[in-house]
């Protein structure tokens, strides 16, 4: 039977090799490698069908099984089915049912093959335009950068220098992942507002009038407004651009919230920025050394200071002497 089985099957167009038990059948496929098909009878001598079908799917999960079944065994092959056969034949086989069955079996397997194929194929595509659009957004965020540096020579590094603080600050307060990021990217675009604001009074080196500091004010709300529509996912980073100049004692500006109402991220930009603009050349007055700055955030803790992130920030840099960073 097993010979005409494979004659048949040979007719349809397809190799054929035999094993006369589920032992043989093993050996076969150790030394041949994987196959499409199999078809197993379910009695058979040394090891029945049942636990060769159990052993070689274990082995070979991609090959597909049809069970050849007497018409007692139908319990049998439903049982082969829960096992991951693909399909039975019944004895008395047919050609035409042979060939029929087989056909369908190959077509399962491509399916379940090809959807994995896909499945695998569309993950790894999903993660490249992932990386890609983290990528461009990365690139718009230096390209708003540079525009503004173009218009504010002071600001020139303060954006990278900022983001580049506020990074190592928030690991001393546990920061990890996605939550770095987002503090690296708004520490890169806090001022970014700044490009709406007139260069006169961006560089005038005086102090500035009470209506002209309304108007520097204006930055952080702007700066918001601008980057909303791409950073819409990313709400922590409008949130550090809109909140980097409020106080803890409520005294700050666009909202004037007061201590933990301001977002955490916002507090850390707001110590590190101070530092900066206190430790470069500003339009306004000359800068003061980093153990002064410090000194001066100290002074300011409670009023205008988170303090454990001044905290965090000594203790991210401990050596103040090697201060500001140089990019
Ligand atoms: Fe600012």
Redesign the pocket.
């Known amino acids: 039977m097993r010979h005409s089985l494979a004659r048949v099957i040979q007719a349809h167009g397809l190799a054929t090799l035999e094993a006369s038990s589920g032992a043989e059948a093993l050996a076969m496929l150790e030394s041949q490698g994987e196959v499409p098909l199999v078809i197993s009878d379910i009695y058979m001598p040394e090891m029945d069908g049942v636990t060769f079908l159990r052993e070689a799917l274990r082995l070979y999960p991609d090959t597909a099984f049809v069970m050849l079944t007497g018409v007692a065994e139908v319990a049998t092959a439903v049982e082969c089915l829960k096992l991951g056969a693909l399909d039975y034949i019944s004895k008395p086989v047919l050609v035409e049912e042979v060939r029929a069955r087989v056909d369908k079996a190959l077509e399962k397997r491509d399916l379940v093959l090809q959807n994995r194929f896909y499945q695998q194929h569309l993950e790894s595509r999903v993660r490249e335009l992932d990386r890609r659009n983290k990528q461009s957004l990365i690139n718009g965020v230096q390209t708003l950068v540079h525009a503004l540096e173009a218009k504010d020579a002071y600001t020139s590094g303060h954006s990278t220098r900022v983001s580049r603080y506020a990074v190592k600050t928030a690991v001393q307060l546990g920061y990890t992942g996605e939550r770095l990021e987002f503090l690296r990217l708004g520490g890169e675009l806090?001022?970014i507002?700044?490009i709406g604001t007139r260069e006169d009074i961006l560089n005038k080196p005086g102090p500035l009038t009470p209506d002209e500091f309304e108007h520097i004010k204006g930055?952080?709300v702007l700066g918001e407004r601008i980057l909303a529509p791409a950073l819409a996912e990313s709400p922590t980073v409008l949130r550090i651009v809109r909140s980097?100049?409020e106080r803890m004692d409520g005294c700050g500006f666009p909202d004037g919230l007061v201590g933990a109402q301001i977002p955490a991220e916002a507090r850390i930009v707001a110590v590190v920025?101070a530092f900066d603009a206190m430790t470069t050349n500003r339009a306004y007055r000359p800068s003061r050394t980093p153990a002064d700055a410090v000194d001066e955030l100290r002074r300011c803790m409670k009023t205008h200071f988170d303090p454990e992130v001044v905290d965090a920030f000594q203790r991210a840099f401990n050596d103040v002497s090697a201060l500001p960073i140089s990019l």
Do not use: I, V
Request: net charge negative.
């Open positions: 806090h001022d507002g700044k930055h952080a980097h100049h920025d």
